[in-house]
């Protein structure tokens, strides 16, 4: 049964923007996906809205469509290319609920356009949860008893028979938003009412809790004949109750017997069969009482999944990319294993050593969410580490994760030991290992957490042993228990505290005493057949494999787990880099520890190292290949921090000098550059003290911009319009970071925002794109909406930004890229930030322009000049790149996670992901981008408008527009009264606390279709908060700055005006 | 204090590791198993008798070791190989830590060991003699007792661990847990007799569930005793070792054909292969494993199989006339079974019974039944 022959174009839906519960892991999917269906001959149609990702470079399918993933946009695509079959499998549960609102809409069949991946009928048996149910019961396997509820009546009455807890998962809903436990009747109706109204179909399930037990995956994979097989099984560490994207996950599952995994193994393959997944990966997760072995069945997905991607990544098996050739007819033993060349994809991968992932959450971005993990996923990002041994991979996974933390006892307290164990959070297991330092029991532990013992014991014996060496004298330490310590995953930085030494002493020890890591392969098979794929992970046994060769070669540093602020746009540069180093003749190697990249694919570059971006493990991968250089300037902030010391361990970093952008980042050494160019910065001071900090905003003015100097997602950043603020901030930075100072900015108000990238070669300057904010200065440039090319910019102002960009990449001397943020106020430029890297813009900017900025830097960072390059960027060296239609990015946030969270944007970035909207104008283009981004703009109905003052000319020319569209109009008493004094005709709405009904009321009853909520200043009130807090868990969109209205009513103009249109991104580019 | 523990191979390298289990000094041939789980069943598979086994995943004795998971009365490995033996399991079937039920029967384990890096010197190298010792024997010691160990082929180590008596077997497959289904059920009431070269319990319950009583006779048990029996099928089990000196049996299995339907499982099927005409060869390491992907040619469908053989059968040493090749290993093209054209017999390199290992292949049992039933009448 070998390819079909009968398809020839086939349709891949992506998975969209980068949300909780759904990020980079289906950019590894679908661009496996596009790769192995092209590499089969197939035409390849690409659909995602999501411009950050790999697979919407133009390379990567024969026609890329950055469109809204809505049934209107796909079938405006369906229709212009007529594809023979849709790929609904690799693009998460985005991609497949839209191909089944595809097929169930007859959209499929008018086009003529076969469901491949899995079956419609599948799909439904898969995530209905009563036909599930019912299927399972026929296979004689259990779930958990449960119901499906369409009102909280029916939900008190099954509580009533079963009992608390009882465990609700809104059906069709990402990463399981708007699901929890509930403990008692008040938890349930809360839950249940948010729960039905977050499912598109309205529906929740309510199941019998199988809380504190064992919980199983294992990835399957099926052809069309039938074959079918485990990829492989992971463990979780946190036992059922926690989201298994929360959970900290292990492969292979380490505490079944053969009987129980055999068992498990049986139950999945009669999933699948009775599912009728005939093609493709699926993930089925199990329940395990520790008791006595019950096993019931949790859930399926018939597609490949965050679990598939780390799976993937653990076994070296490519899930994604044989899930697509089995879709188009090929059998498993058709494929060959891409790593032994001699055996076949028929196969189930063993491996030799243990792999542990550890979500990373962010829960100090939205103050007002409980950071308590429960079934519904909030973590944003992951890591994976590969050891021999648990210990080993655990803790190189903790040290992946970039907390900063390194579990230091001193902000863990005794008191909370109890509460922070039976609750799962995400300090658990820093809590677990305090609990054992302070003499509990791993039974002690266990009553509490439910975690297996085997895991506590391994935790407890790492304690114990740290215990050992602590206290030592470095020079008495000898090779093997050196050794020892380092098999056991114990960093040298580690090492040096239980020593009372540095990390460098450390080191230096280590190599005296010959004990240096070693690098294993991934291999599928245990090392029973020889590997081609150079895919490595550190350890400390006894022989090295890595194999280096001595081609000329460039190591590229990636950006770790996702986190907000640094994700999948950094992991597109590294990928980019690893592309380009291929297409310039060198070798690349990959370091990086993020399983759902495409940077982690062991065929994305020659040489992949899975490994902690830590100092001591870039400099042993450093140490064994001794590349010619290496490249820290794609992967965000990570790399940076290891720049200076790398540099100064004598390991030659291309591109930009790494003092070059610590002068950048150090606001004296940077505020002396501009000072010497004359540009003009907004006034500033640093303050380490809090009343050095009140002196230096008294000094600049209210309001100021308060920030940590080096700054990753506007971390911890405010506005100040007070000093309250700015003690108040002052008291928590110096209690964060004491010795870093904090930066005070005069902050420009009602400013315009600008982003620039740029590419330098030290003398020419490329700029990519002048990128003009949607929102004002002071809110988070990750945070604003952005177009290309500006649109409201003059002339005069533009050669004002190109003249700076070029003269501080000059005197940066940058080579490679370069980004530059500005603020324009009064028709002046002012520059509010250099950061001489890839920023986080540079996809986007590829896109919008067709010229691969990273490529290009690439080639700058080997050798090569601007003009040695021109066939690369459209023939320029100089200037600035043009944009054919009007490209919008706009962010996508994730407050409906974080009840309690105020979704009022500000200088503290949130957003997980961002959009891309085409238009020919700025209107469709936001239009489409706002769509994209979940925050679709209404055509009719009323409209509900509070504005502060400043604010309110401008509200009442867009409340005007929008009432020549035939919108209703509200407002709060004082907007009210601005809109009937300029003739509007209006319906005042109380705020909450003048009575009732009220705007939340309105919003609740559907009656709001749009609210515009500006803030005050200086901070929300609580009003403010409950109107907006409400418009998001209802989902009507909701803007809170004026300019985003603004752009909002360009938006509504134009979907009323414009047809219904799309673009694909190498017709553009043509 | 953990104590010391070296292994050495014939060719002089030596492997310095943590004492587990037994205080004894072993001698075997050092071979690896890729399983992930199911590390007692391979203690007690009596095919791996004259063998040290090497476990490439690290982590050995998470969940102990229980009374229903053994595939013989005691362990059956000369010594043990881990990266990291663990003596605290957790799971709720474990009456014992692994390493107390290797220490009960004198098996020795080293712990510690990069099994890896052995793993590879005997994929380049092939299967190679080694000495284990718990017991503080030098390196030097343990190289010269490598050397001295016996070289596996052309030896008989069926008769060394064959039963000693006939017995009957009527026990089935059980289920484990409440949630564990036994995919068997009795297809009517046989008499099966089994040779014993080394055979797995596990292979006697599959038998017991399609509905058979079986007589397990020793392997010097002549064809002449065995049909007195009147049994309705003949077993020939997995063993240790090289088929070619059981010239013995083999001479017994020619008389049974034609005769009796008969069923074999690894060892037995390469007597078969013998009794047939074929030749069989000694492989560069053997497959050991619970990983193994096998095509049905009958069915085109692929089984993940469980295999332990260092030998297999020439599929062109056989007369294609008279055997149909059945089965056939993807990773290395080797025959995985075969049927003959005409006469009631079949019989497969791999071990359909699993323990441990995945259950794709039982359906081999439900063939013995019908291949019976077809010649009953």
């Not at chain 1, 240096?516 to 057949?529: G, H, K, L, P, S």
């Not at chain 2, 503080?136 to 016996?150: Q, Y």
């Not at chain 2, 009795?186 to 009583?213: E, H, Q, T």
Request: glycine letters at 8%; a negative charge; hydrophobic letters at 40%.
């Amino acid at each position: 049964m070998p390819r079909r022959n009968d398809i020839h174009r086939i349709l891949i839906i992506g998975s969209g923007p980068i949300v909780i519960g759904q990020a980079c892991e289906f950019d590894y999917s679908g661009t496996q996906a596009c790769k192995a269906l092209r590499a089969d001959g197939y035409e390849v149609i690409l659909m995602n809205s999501n411009p950050a990702t790999i697979m919407t470079d133009p390379d990567l399918a024969d026609r890329t469509y950055i469109e809204p993933l809505t049934v209107e946009y796909a079938e405006e695509v369906i229709r212009r290319e007529r594809p023979d079959a849709l790929l609904s499998t690799v693009g998460g549960q985005t991609g497949l609920n839209l191909s089944v609102e595809l097929a169930e809409r007859g959209i499929l069949d008018r086009y003529g356009v076969e469901l491949i991946g899995a079956k419609l009928e599948a799909i439904k048996k898969a995530e209905d949860r009563l036909l599930f149910k019912d299927a399972m019961r026929k296979i004689g396997l259990e779930v958990p008893q449960s119901r499906l509820l369409t009102s909280v009546e029916e939900g008190l009455e099954f509580a009533a028979k079963i009992g608390y807890p009882l465990i609700l998962r809104p059906s069709f809903t990402l990463g399981g938003t708007g699901g929890g436990i509930a403990y008692n009747r008040e938890d349930l109706i809360e839950i249940l009412q948010r729960g039905l109204d977050l499912s598109p179909v309205h529906e929740v399930l309510a199941e019998e809790s199988v809380l504190g037990w064992k919980e199983f995956e294992l990835e399957v994979m099926r052809d069309l004949a039938g074959n079918a097989i485990i990829v492989c099984s992971i463990e979780n560490f946190d036992p059922m109750g926690v989201h298994t994207g929360d959970s900290i996950t292990v492969a292979p599952a380490q505490t079944l017997t053969d009987r129980e995994y055999q068992m498990m193994r049986d139950g999945a393959l009669a999933v699948l069969r009775e599912i009728g997944v005939d093609t493709g990966g699926s993930n089925v997760q199990f329940a395990i009482n520790p008791e006595n072995g019950r096993m019931v069945v949790v859930e399926m997905n018939p597609r490949v999944s965050r679990s598939s991607a780390l799976a993937s990544k653990a076994t070296g098996f490519p899930i994604a990319k044989i899930a697509a050739k089995l879709a188009v007819g090929y059998r498993l033993d058709e494929i060959r294993n891409d790593i032994t060349r001699v055996t076949p994809a028929c196969f189930e991968p063993t491996i030799d050593y243990v792999v542990v992932k550890i979500p990373r959450w962010q829960f100090e971005k939205f103050p007002g969410a409980e950071p308590v993990l429960t079934t519904q996923m909030k973590s944003v990002g992951e890591v994976m580490a590969i050891g021999r041994t648990f210990r080993q991979a655990l803790n190189k996974g903790l040290r992946a994760l970039e907390t900063g933390k390194a579990s230091s006892p001193a902000v863990l307290r005794e008191d909370l030991i109890t509460q922070k164990l039976i609750t799962p959070n995400p300090d658990r297991l820093s809590y677990i290992r305090f609990a054992f330092e302070r003499g509990y029991t791993v039974d002690d532990v266990y009553e509490m957490t439910k975690i297996d013992p085997w895991f506590l014991r391994q935790i407890d014996e790492g304690v114990r042993y740290e215990k050992q060496l602590e206290g030592r004298e470095l020079a008495t330490i000898t090779a093997a228990e050196m050794k020892q310590a380092k098999r056991d995953g114990l960093s040298d930085a580690r090492l040096a505290r239980l020593w009372n030494t540095t990390a460098e002493a450390v080191r230096a020890r280590r190599k005296e005493l010959g004990v240096a890591a070693v690098f294993n392969r991934v291999d599928t098979c245990a090392a029973e057949f020889e590997s081609f794929t150079p895919y490595l992970y550190s350890s400390y046994e006894d022989e090295c494999e890595a194999d280096p060769d001595n081609r000329r070669k460039v190591m590229i540093l990636g950006s770790g787990p996702n986190r907000i602020g640094q994700g999948i746009e950094f992991d597109y540069c590294c990928v980019h880099a690893a592309f380009a180093l291929r297409d310039f003749g060198v070798e690349s190697i990959m370091v990086n520890c993020n399983p759902e990249t495409v940077s982690t694919d062991y065929d994305t570059s020659d040489r992949l190292y899975f490994e902690p971006l830590t100092l001591e493990e870039v400099l042993n991968i450093y140490d064994r290949e001794k590349p010619d250089g290496v490249i820290i300037q794609f992967g965000g902030q990570t790399p940076l921090n290891l720049a200076l010391p790398l540099k100064r361990a004598g390991v030659p970093i291309l591109g930009t000098d790494p003092e070059s952008i610590d002068l950048a980042e150090d606001r004296k050494l940077f505020g002396r550059v501009l000072d010497e160019l004359g540009i003009p910065a907004p006034p500033y001071g640093t303050a380490t003290s809090v009343e050095e900090a009140v002196a230096v905003a008294r000094r600049l003015g209210f309001p100021v911009l308060v920030r940590p100097s080096y700054v990753l997602g506007g971390r911890a950043m405010v506005i100040a319009y007070e000093e309250d603020t700015v003690r108040r901030y002052m008291q928590e930075a110096t209690l964060y970071a004491p010795d870093r100072p904090v930066l005070i900015d005069r902050f420009l108000e009602d400013a315009v925002e600008v982003d620039v990238d740029a590419i330098s070669d030290g003398e020419d300057v490329l700029i990519g794109g002048i990128m003009e904010h949607i929102e004002e200065a002071g809110i988070h440039s990750g945070d604003s909406s952005c177009v290309l090319p500006p649109q409201s910019l003059s002339d005069g102002v533009l050669s004002v930004i190109q003249d700076y960009t070029v003269r501080l990449a000059r005197a940066l001397r940058v080579r490679g890229l370069m980004n530059v943020q500005y603020a324009i106020k009064d028709g002046q430029v002012f520059v509010l930030e250099v950061n001489p890297r890839a920023s986080r813009t540079v996809p986007y900017v590829s896109k919008a322009t067709g010229v691969r900025l990273p490529k290009v830097a690439v080639g700058i960072m080997l050798g090569q000049k601007l003009k040695d390059l021109a066939h690369l960027t459209g023939g320029r060296a100089s200037g600035v790149l043009p944009v054919k239609q009007v490209c919008v990015k706009s962010p996508v946030f994730p407050f409906s996670k974080f009840p309690g969270v105020d979704p009022a944007l500000g200088p503290e970035m949130r957003s997980t992901g961002e959009v891309m909207g085409v238009g020919e104008n700025f209107g469709e283009a936001f239009g489409k981008a706002q769509l994209s981004a979940g925050v679709p703009l209404p055509s009719e109905g009323m409209i509900f408008f509070s504005v502060n003052d400043r604010h309110k000319s401008e509200a009442v020319q867009l409340a005007r527009r929008l009432a020549a569209l035939g919108f209703q109009l509200a407002a709060t008493r004082g907007t009210a009264a601005a809109f009937r004094a300029a003739g509007l005709a209006v319906k005042t709405v109380f705020k909450v606390n003048e009575g009732r009904p009220n705007a939340v009321d309105l919003i609740k009853d559907g009656r709001l279709k749009l609210v515009v909520y500006t803030t005050t200043g200086a901070h929300s009130f609580s009003d403010e908060r409950a109107i907006r807090r409400s418009a998001v868990t209802w989902r009507v969109p909701c803007i809170t700055t004026i300019a985003g209205a603004r752009a909002a009513v360009d938006a509504i103009e134009s979907r009323l005006r414009d047809p219904l249109r799309v673009w694909n991104l190498q017709q553009m580019h043509a | 204090m953990s104590r010391p523990a070296i292994l050495a191979l014939e060719d002089g390298t030596v492997f310095h590791g943590v004492a587990f289990g037994a205080e004894a000094v072993r001698t075997g041939e050092v071979v690896f198993n890729t399983a992930i789980t199911g590390y007692q069943e391979v203690f007690t598979d009596p095919s791996y008798t004259g063998q040290i086994v090497v476990l490439t995943y690290p982590h050995i004795g998470n969940y102990g070791a229980n009374e229903s998971d053994s595939e013989a009365e005691r362990p059956y490995i000369e010594g043990l190989v881990v990266r990291d033996f663990n003596v605290t399991p957790s799971n709720w079937r474990a009456r014992m830590t692994a390493d107390e039920f290797l220490r009960r029967d004198g098996i020795p384990v080293i712990s510690g060991v990069d099994a890896r890096a052995l793993v590879r010197k005997i994929r380049t190298q092939g299967a190679m003699r080694g000495a284990l010792s718990t017991a503080g024997h030098s390196a030097e010691e343990l190289i010269e007792m490598a050397r001295r160990t016996p070289p596996m082929a052309g030896l008989d180590l069926a008769s060394r661990v064959t039963t000693a008596q006939r017995y009957e077997w009527t026990q089935p497959l059980e289920p484990c847990s409440p949630s564990e289904h036994v995919s068997l059920q009795p297809l009517g009431s046989f008499r099966v007799v089994a040779y014993d070269f080394g055979i797995k319990r596990n292979i006697l319950r599959c038998l017991a569930s399609i509905g058979a009583r079986v007589t397990v006779v020793p392997a010097s048990t002549p064809a002449e005793d065995v049909l007195a029996l009147k049994p309705d099928g003949v077993f020939l089990s997995n063993g240790p070792g090289d088929p070619e000196p059981l010239t013995g049996p083999v001479a017994e299995i020619r008389k049974l054909i034609g005769r009796v339907p008969i069923f074999g499982i690894c060892l037995g099927h390469q007597l078969l292969g013998l009794a047939l005409g074929g030749r069989t060869f000694k492989l560069k390491f053997g497959h050991h494993g619970i990983n193994h992907p096998v095509l049905n040619y009958r069915t085109n469908r692929v089984e993940i199989t469980v295999q332990n053989h260092g030998f297999a059968v020439d599929p062109d040493s056989l007369n294609a006339r008279e055997v149909e090749l059945t089965h056939v290993n993807l990773n290395d093209q080797t025959l995985e079974g075969l049927r003959h054209r005409s006469l009631p017999l079949f019989c497969v390199q791999y071990h359909p019974e699993a323990a441990a290992g995945p259950h794709d292949s039982r359906y081999l049992f439900e063939d013995f039944a019908a291949l019976m039933k077809e010649f009953h009448q």
